[in-house]
């Protein structure tokens, strides 16, 4: 018997990275999963996007705990788009008691800070509005509670002194992460639908460069400090970060709404 026995998760950003992780600890505490991603590239982002081979690979994965998925490329930029893929999801597996809106990207690419922050913006906050307002009214209405994770980062509780617009507009989407989620949470509580956020360190992903410091920063040492842990790990893994979630949307944490869980490794206390 799972904690998770009985629900469907909706999961954005699930073809690799933090997405796959968090869909495979959910399926093994017992739940199915609807699984979105782009699958495809972003000229502001730096490094290779997720593919559909990636999704696939998230799907047999989750089969392989015995639980069912079903995947979709869904933009989380395009509400309508997300929208089907909830929608063929739930018609597949039933309603959705759980919401991970996890989907998320990195600054940097080849591009103008305008467009960096545009996009960085559109997916980080934005898509994280849409992923809310497409799942939020089946929630309501099915009248069986739930619980909903938004991916903010250790940038959404503190300033990383950067003046580039990716940068920046990374770290303001992620403290409007926060701001949502504390909107979010009051809204439903009457509902017994709880909101909650994690805000991670510097997790081994694709996005992250697998966690290497000195690639991500770039040589800047500003970063650098800005990134350092209190335990001396430049990085945790992606499955810290899902443990985290999965007691998050279980009934071990029935009254916990509102908050943040930082999964930082101490970089927010160092400060």
Same mark, same amino acid.
């Not at 998925?69 to 929208?83: E, H, P």
């Not at 597996?93 to 919401?99: A, F, N, Q, S």
């Not at 690419?109 to 980080?124: I, L």
């Given at each position: 018997?799972?904690?998770?026995?009985?629900?469907?998760?909706?999961?954005? +950003?699930?073809?690799?990275?933090? *997405?796959?992780?968090?869909?495979?600890?959910?399926?093994?505490? *017992?739940?199915?999963?609807?699984?979105?991603?782009?699958?495809?590239?972003?000229?502001?982002?730096?490094?290779?996007?997720?593919?559909?081979?990636?999704?696939?690979?998230?799907?047999?994965?989750?089969?392989?705990?015995?639980?069912?998925?079903?995947?979709?490329?869904?933009?989380?930029?395009?509400?309508?788009?997300?929208?089907?893929?909830?929608?063929?999801?739930?018609?597949?597996?039933?309603?959705?008691?759980?919401?991970?809106?996890?989907?998320?990207?990195?600054?940097?690419?080849?591009?103008?800070?305008?467009?960096?922050?545009?996009?960085?913006?559109?997916?980080?906050?934005?898509?994280?509005?849409?992923?809310?307002?497409?799942?939020?009214p089946s929630m309501i209405e099915n009248g069986?509670?739930?619980?909903?994770?938004?991916?903010?980062?250790?940038?959404?509780?503190? +300033?990383?002194?950067?003046?580039?617009?990716?940068?920046?507009?990374?770290?303001?989407?992620?403290?409007?992460?926060? +701001?949502l989620m504390r909107s979010w949470a009051n809204?439903?509580?009457?509902?017994?639908?709880?909101?909650?956020?994690?805000?991670?360190?510097?997790?081994?992903?694709?996005?992250?460069?697998?966690g290497d410091l000195d690639a991500i920063t770039? +040589?800047?040492?500003?970063?650098?400090?800005?990134?350092?842990?209190?335990?001396?790990?430049?990085?945790?893994?992606?499955?810290?970060?899902?443990?985290?979630?999965?007691?998050?949307?279980?009934?071990?944490?029935?009254?916990?709404?509102?908050?943040?869980?930082?999964?930082?490794?101490?970089?927010?206390?160092?400060?």
């Amino acid at each position: 018997m799972g904690k998770l026995d009985g629900k469907v998760a909706f999961i954005t +950003g699930a073809a690799r990275g933090q *997405g796959r992780s968090h869909a495979i600890r959910l399926a093994q505490e *017992g739940a199915d999963i609807i699984g979105v991603d782009i699958c495809a590239q972003m000229d502001t982002v730096p490094y290779p996007m997720a593919t559909p081979d990636d999704l696939q690979q998230t799907v047999k994965a989750v089969e392989a705990t015995g639980r069912r998925m079903v995947a979709r490329q869904a933009d989380v930029r395009d509400v309508d788009s997300l929208r089907a893929a909830f929608a063929e999801g739930t018609a597949e597996l039933g309603p959705v008691g759980i919401v991970l809106a996890n989907a998320g990207i990195g600054p940097g690419g080849a591009s103008t800070d305008e467009q960096q922050w545009d996009d960085v913006m559109a997916v980080n906050i934005t898509g994280v509005w849409n992923t809310g307002r497409v799942a939020i009214p089946s929630m309501i209405e099915n009248g069986q509670g739930g619980a909903i994770v938004l991916t903010s980062s250790t940038g959404g509780l503190m +300033g990383v002194g950067i003046p580039v617009g990716g940068f920046l507009g990374y770290v303001a989407a992620k403290h409007g992460v926060i +701001g949502l989620m504390r909107s979010w949470a009051n809204f439903l509580a009457p509902h017994y639908i709880r909101v909650n956020s994690v805000a991670p360190t510097t997790v081994k992903t694709p996005m992250a460069a697998m966690g290497d410091l000195d690639a991500i920063t770039h +040589g800047i040492p500003e970063l650098r400090r800005a990134l350092e842990n209190a335990i001396p790990v430049d990085a945790v893994d992606p499955e810290d970060v899902s443990n985290a979630i999965a007691w998050l949307v279980s009934d071990e944490a029935r009254y916990v709404t509102g908050t943040v869980i930082p999964v930082d490794a101490g970089q927010v206390n160092k400060r």
